[in-house]
T-cell receptor, first 115, second 111 residues
Framework: AQKITQTQPGMFVQEKEAVTLDCTYD???????LFWYKQPSSGEMIFLIY??????QNATEGRYSLNFQKARKSANLVISASQLGDSAMYFC????????????FGSGTQLTVLP | ETGVTQSPTHLIKTRGQQVTLRCSSQ?????VSWYQQALGQGPQFIFQ???????GRGNFPPRFSGLQFPNYSSELNVNALELDDSALYLC??????????FGPGTRLTVT
């Protein structure tokens, strides 16, 4: 069974600074996909970034980058130059290779950006 | 913009009642997944529909059922509501790519 662990229930960061949100995963599959989603208080899950298990390069999307360390089974999200609008809940998720669209989510990290 | 819409936004039901939640997928997306997100937790996969057929199910009892229509919109039905069914219900649509687009969710309260 797949499992996602996010050990930081809450994080604070000063505006314009970088922050790293931790995610570790557990799977016996060789092929898998890792995602990060942002969930503002409105409830909608917003896709941020994706990393495939066979991708050799770390994924980047604008201010978001994914620090993928396969041997350690970690997929940390790095947000550079934090903005006040980044304050939200962040979820790490893994795609089940047997069901291409099914995601297993972690418990999330509440990020607060301070002015 | 995701283009995925859900209705209603909020709903209050009494224990034992039945509820139907609706989801319109993004144009061109043939797969719809439903998730339940209890307060303070990550979303849990309920089931997925692909071209009107159930295509995967999580650990939810049979009183959670669904439908997908020819236009790929979908319904989630929950019978015999329990207090623990109170949650945010999220719908996500996708096509052939890995990316799932989520709707804004329906917040269900069972009293």
């Amino acid at each position: 069974a797949q499992k996602i662990t996010q050990t930081q229930p809450g994080m604070f960061v000063q505006e314009k600074e970088a922050v790293t949100l931790d995610c570790t995963y557990d799977t016996s599959d060789q092929s898998y996909g890792l995602f990060w989603y942002k969930q503002p208080s409105s409830g909608e899950m917003i896709f941020l970034i994706y990393q495939g298990s066979y991708d050799e390069q770390n994924a980047t999307e604008g201010r978001y980058s994914l620090n993928f360390q396969k041997a350690r089974k970690s997929a940390n999200l790095v947000i550079s130059a934090s903005q006040l609008g980044d304050s939200a809940m962040y979820f790490c998720a893994m795609r089940d290779p047997r069901s291409a669209r099914q995601l297993t989510f972690g418990s999330g990290t509440q990020l607060t950006v301070l002015p | 913009e995701t283009g995925v819409t859900q209705s209603p936004t909020h709903l209050i039901k009494t224990r034992g009642q039945q509820v139907t939640l609706r989801c319109s997928s993004q144009s061109g997306h043939n797969t719809v997944s439903w998730y339940q997100q209890a307060l303070g937790q990550g979303p849990q996969f309920i089931f997925q529909y692909y071209r009107e057929e159930e295509n995967g199910r999580g650990n939810f009892p049979p009183r959670f059922s669904g439908l997908q229509f020819p236009n790929y919109s979908s319904e989630l039905n929950v019978n015999a509501l329990e207090l623990d069914d109170s949650a945010l219900y999220l719908c996500a649509s996708s096509s052939s790519s890995y990316e799932q687009y989520f709707g804004p969710g329906t917040r269900l309260t069972v009293t």
